[in-house]
T-cell receptor, first 115, second 113 residues
Framework: DTAVSQTPKYLVTQMGNDKSIKCEQN?????MYWYKQDSKKFLKIMFS???????INETVPNRFSPKSPDKAHLNLHINSLELGDSAVYFC??????????????FGPGTRLTVT | KNQVEQSPQSLIILEGKNCTLQ??????????LRWYKQDTGRGPVSLTI?????NTKSNGRYTATLDADTKQSSLHITASQLSDSASYIC????????????FGKGTKLSVKP
C-alpha cells in the first residue's frame, strides 16, 4: 500500500562496483525525483523527471545515471562506486514540477554504504 | 547566490511547550516555500507549502508563516509532543516550470518529557 517504494532499503557494496536502486510510485504522479542525504543530514536534489523526461540534473558525477522506463518508475544506476557515494538516497514524486506548489511524497530511503 | 538558512541548528524543549523555527532565504525569483518534517531513519513528510500570496498556513499544531518582503518564514509548533522530535527542513523553490529546489540544513528538534 506504500505510495512511494524503494528497493533495496540497505545496500552494502565495495568500491568500484556498479549498483542500482529502484523506485516506484503508485500515486499516478507525473514527476519523480532522486535526492541524496549525506552524513550531515543535508538533503540535496540530484535529478528530476517529468513524464519520463529529465528536467533537473544537478552537478552530479556522470557515474550516476537515472532511468525512467515509465511515469511510475525512476531507477538510479551508479557505476564505479566510490566511498563518497555512501549516503541515504531518497526517491520522491509529485504532481507537476517543483516550480509549482505541489506536495512531494518521499520514499523510505536506501542507505548505501560503500566499503 | 540562492541560499536558505535555518535557525537554530538544534533545539531542546519540554513536552507541552511551544517553539518557533526560523528560515531566511535569498532565493529569487521566488515560487514557493515548503516545510518538511523528517523523523530519524525516515523520508521527509510535507507539512506546508506556501506561495508568494500566502502569509500563513496551518497543519494541525504546525503553523507556518511567510513574509515575502523580508524573505523570512517561521514554523510554529504548539503544545509540543514527544513525536515532534525530528528534523525540520525549509525548502525554497524558484520560479519556472523546472523549479530549482534550494534546501536548508534543517533544525533538529528534541522534545523531552
Amino acid at each position: 500500500d506504500t505510495a512511494v517504494s524503494q528497493t533495496p532499503k540497505y545496500l552494502v557494496t565495495q568500491m568500484g562496483n556498479d549498483k542500482s536502486i529502484k523506485c516506484e510510485q503508485n500515486l499516478g504522479h507525473d514527476t519523480m525525483y532522486w535526492y541524496k542525504q549525506d552524513s550531515k543530514k543535508f538533503l540535496k536534489i540530484m535529478f528530476s523527471y517529468n513524464n519520463k523526461e529529465l528536467i533537473i540534473n544537478e552537478t552530479v558525477p556522470n557515474r550516476f545515471s537515472p532511468k525512467s522506463p515509465d511515469k511510475a518508475h525512476l531507477n538510479l544506476h551508479i557505476n564505479s562506486l566510490e566511498l563518497g557515494d555512501s549516503a541515504v538516497y531518497f526517491c520522491a514524486s509529485s504532481w507537476g514540477t517543483s516550480g509549482f506548489p505541489y506536495e512531494q511524497y518521499f520514499g523510505p530511503g536506501t542507505r548505501l554504504t560503500v566499503t | 547566490k540562492n541560499q536558505v538558512e535555518q535557525s537554530p541548528q538544534s533545539l531542546i524543549i519540554l513536552e507541552g511547550k511551544n517553539c518557533t523555527l526560523q528560515c531566511n532565504y535569498t532565493v529569487s525569483p521566488f515560487s514557493n516555500l515548503r516545510w518538511y518534517k523528517q523523523d530519524t531513519g525516515r523520508g521527509p513528510v510535507s507539512l506546508t507549502i506556501m506561495t508568494f500570496s500566502e502569509n500563513t498556513k496551518s497543519n494541525g499544531r504546525y503553523t507556518a508563516t511567510l513574509d515575502a518582503d523580508t524573505k523570512q518564514s517561521s514554523l510554529h509548533i504548539t503544545a509540543s509532543q514527544l513525536s515532534d522530535s525530528a528534523s525540520y527542513i525549509c525548502v525554497v523553490s524558484d520560479e519556472g516550470s523546472q523549479g530549482n529546489l534550494i534546501f536548508g540544513k534543517g533544525t533538529k528538534l528534541s522534545v523531552k518529557p
